[in-house]
């Protein structure tokens, strides 16, 4: 049976009901069994997990500080291999040199490419938007003196 109670019960349940939809749930809890079924799971399984410990045991916390402490005994600050700088150094090269060599390409490669051409036309797109816009304006402008023109001519016959 399906109640509609469901997301309110876990409203009611951690406290973030509001006065009215508490007042609801009181009323609807001793009506529903299902509901008070569900109520019991969820302090249940509250009581569940705060009864475990979130904390590892003594013993466990005793055995890997052990553990880490015998890992670092026998080191002492840095520590230098000669054979381990070296094969860094070897990788490296080989990464060095894969980079220079794989970057030779035809110089005309990426400018006959479909998407250089594709950039191209939108390039071309927003520079005639650009444009209109500019023409457009600078339209509005021109009108905008002419009647400010007009509007100093139509003061002056008044006054003359």
Sequence with gaps: MNCGY?????????????????????KHLPVCAVCRGELAALKAAESRLSERAMEPSAS????????????????????????EALLSGALASLMAAGFFFSGRAPVDLAWNSRVDSGLDSVEYSVYQAQSDM?????????????????????GMNAEG
């Design 6 to 26: 469901g997301e309110k019960l876990i409203l009611y349940f951690y406290g973030e009901a509001g006065e009215g939809l508490k007042a609801g749930v009181e």
């Design 60 to 83: 466990v916390t005793a055995a890997v500080m052990a553990a880490a402490r015998a890992a670092v005994s026998g080191r002492r600050g840095f520590s230098f291999s000669w054979g």
């Design 134 to 154: 500019a023409s457009v304006s600078s339209d509005w402008e021109y009108k905008y003196s002419e009647l400010e023109d007009e509007s100093a001519r139509a």
